[in-house]
């Protein structure tokens, strides 16, 4: 497999008395995070097309922060080209960043043939 398509849906955790507690992921809105293997090692974040001016470096961009601590953990020996097509607006308090990383690391965990449970995917 040499490229991984997944969804990752935006989260409301302010919910009446269960503020922080009661938390639920939605069905829509959400991120996208494609990722497919390349030859030239490192991630290469390319530029977003859904207007939202993302970060194209890894080290400000929360799904690159999240691959590279993975990668730290777990080396491989190809790089990793990333699209963040973001359906989640940044700053709108529905887990906006949060659902960009783990949506990469997800995908980077089913490029690697998904060798780590989802409990260890939370680390990163």
Do not use: W
Not at 23 to 31: K, M, Q, Y
Not at 57 to 67: E, F, H, Q
Request: glycine fraction near 12%; charged fraction near 15%; proline fraction near 7%.
């Amino acid at each position: 497999m040499d490229k991984v398509i997944v969804f990752a849906p935006g989260t409301v955790a302010n919910v009446a008395c269960g503020f922080d507690v009661l938390g639920f992921a939605l069905n829509a809105p959400g991120d996208t995070i494609t990722l497919r293997k390349v030859d030239a090692p490192g991630i290469h974040i390319l530029p977003s097309t859904d207007g939202y001016n993302l970060p194209t470096d890894p080290a400000k961009n929360t799904a690159g922060i999240a691959l590279q601590a993975m990668l730290d953990a777990h080396p491989v020996d190809f790089g990793l080209e990333v699209l963040v097509e973001k359906g989640i607006q940044p700053g709108s308090g529905m887990g906006s960043s949060a659902s960009s990383a783990a949506g990469a690391v997800v995908a980077l965990n089913a490029l690697m043939g998904n060798p780590l449970s989802r409990r260890a995917l939370v680390a990163f």
